[in-house]
């Protein structure tokens, strides 16, 4: 690759990576919010989410940054507010900047992560307490759930897997972002999203009835139904894909 | 009639022939249970720390949502879930100062709870209402001959202030049984400690009290026991075969959740009893009493 097009394309992904108010004046700003980031001061202005806002003082993030669209669960944002005891969780790319913050950013949650083969267990209620036994620790503080960004309903999800309940685990916990902040809350150290992820898992092995038509779809793929239009696509150059994906888009068919 | 359920994790779990056979029993007397939404675990022992209020969350949490369920009566059927609901109920009733304090810790229950607004009843309490002469009225087989050992352990008698019957003497499974015809054997035993959790690191206590316990039943001319808790169940029947293999003398006796032989004398379908949960299998005797 020449020098000069290597350079086009670092500069790109350099300027994809910077804060959305890379370019504004200052004096152009007309409202302005006092934080603190790990007990500094920083002036930002008010219309920034955290994430924005941290970058704005001039942090760089090299953990606790991942999707920036409140998806992957990864800029996982303890806060309090002046005045109020109350310690706040929320995701850093969701969340605006309120006068008086006092932030810090959590880059991890540690856990361990129980392994298992998902399809050689038994569909029983007890696996839950096999692979996390400290579940049966849950005092029904409620603590896990008024940390979840996801405002789902966890210690409940935590209290359906005690007695086995596969289905309410996994419609409980199904918006999961797997932040980490229940973990680390819990004073009973239990790890939600872990319990919370092979009961998901087990549910739709072992408990979800299989749907006829994707079981249909997998045999027509073994067999090699499309094995020519998957050739014709992967023969074509740029120009042919992007006019055959136009096309597609025009059409009324939805996949 | 509706009736608040609470199950328990237990009944979901180990002794879903509990569960099944006691919710049959109630439709016979036009008794609806509603299972309450996402109930917790109660704690399985109820907390005797004054001063960590974090063990009663649980149980004052059933209660809340016993209370929002719009049914204030709540039925239980696990004697250890009874003991411990019960108990935090009254210790929330009678403590204003921790009643706040606990309030104030759970800030986003939006229901207020003051510790009398439900009512707790296990199963045996409500059958006792029901009263005998109309259960006997149900009765479709006649168990002739069948003479039971009923046993009571100790979270439905004891302490004093929540209990379900007298914890020298209590009838609530006599009332019941005796009404139908079924001889109740006396034995020394009834309200004798199964030996509870000790099962977890002290074994041969339980194995002792089996021995005893059992035993006793059996001299006594028992066919089966019969009992309402499932702890009591584990350690009295599952350590039975144990007991077998240690002394060649020992004369082991089926065990029964109360709810499963009544199913079947009210001529319940037998089916929803799941036998291989019993490590004493008690089909033979129910077949010779003709109950099966």
Redesign the interface.
Known sequence: MAKQEHQNIMDKIASANKSVTTGVDEKDIEHWVTIYIMGDEYKVPADLTIMQAMEFAGFKFTRSCGCRAGFCGACSTVYRLKNDYKLQTDMACQTRVQDGMFLVQIPFAPADKAAYLINEETYQPNIFIKYYPEIARCVSCNTCTKACPQDLQVMDYIQAALRGDFARVAELSFDCIQCGLCAIRCPAEIVHYHVAQLGRRMYSVHGLKKEENVENRVKEIEKGKFNQDFKKFLDMDEQEIKQAYRDQQKSKEVY | MEISYY?G?TL??SAKNYEKTGLALLPIFDISPVEIK????C?ATYSLTSDNL??Q??PI?TLIRAKESGNPRLLTLCDMCYNTLKRAALFIENDEEKREKIKN??D?EETDYRGDEVEVVHLLTLLNEIGSQKISEKLVKSPLDLKIATYYGCMLLRPKEIQADSAENPQLMENIFQGMGVEVVEYPFRTECCGSYQIVNRREIILDRTKKIISSAVKNNADLMVLSCPLCDYNLEATQKELIEQDSNFKPLPVLYFSQLLALILGIDPEINDWSLHNIDPTPVLKRKGLL
Do not use: H, I, Q, S
């Not at chain 2, 996402?38 to 675990?41: Q, R």
């Open positions: 199950p994790c979901k779990t996402d109930w917790v675990c704690g974090m063990y969350l649980a949490r810790f759970m986003e």
